[in-house]
């Protein structure tokens, strides 16, 4: 089993940032990857970022792309996603999901999921 905590959303106007953590617990070490996505309102969950393990490989969706960085702390068990310029569109629950298979682009792929986080972009 492993346990993911997010932590880190808000309130923040449009251009400003923020950074999100998301602590994992329990059995980490058979872990291959980490990742956030994301859902508004109305709307279907979205892959934002995800990120190996051992932190050598990242992927982004191509609307976060130069704006958001993933990173993993392994001595922390922590994974971070660090959220610059951001827009008003970015509103949404940001979900932390951790997967111990080699795929990481659905929301298939990932077999732990945490409570998520909210985020809101003012304009």
């Known amino acids: 089993q492993v346990q993911l905590i997010e932590s880190g959303g808000g309130l923040v106007q449009a251009g400003g940032s923020l950074r999100l953590s998301c602590a994992a617990s329990?059995?980490?070490?058979?872990?291959?990857?980490m990742a956030w996505f994301r859902q508004a309102p109305g709307k279907e969950r979205d892959f934002v970022a995800a990120?190996?393990?051992?932190?050598?490989?990242?992927w982004y969706a191509n609307s976060v792309k130069g704006r958001f960085t993933i990173s993993i702390d392994n001595a922390k068990n922590t994974m971070y996603v660090q959220m610059d310029s951001l827009k008003p569109e970015d509103t949404a629950v940001y979900y932390c999901?951790?997967?111990?298979?080699?795929?990481?682009?659905?929301?298939?792929?990932?077999?732990?999921w945490g409570q998520g986080t909210q985020v809101t972009v003012s304009s």
């Open positions: 999901a951790a997967t111990h298979t080699p795929s990481v682009g659905s929301m298939r792929d990932y077999e732990y």
């Open positions: 329990g059995r980490t070490f058979s872990t291959y990857a």
């Open positions: 990120i190996t393990w051992s932190g050598d490989i990242t």
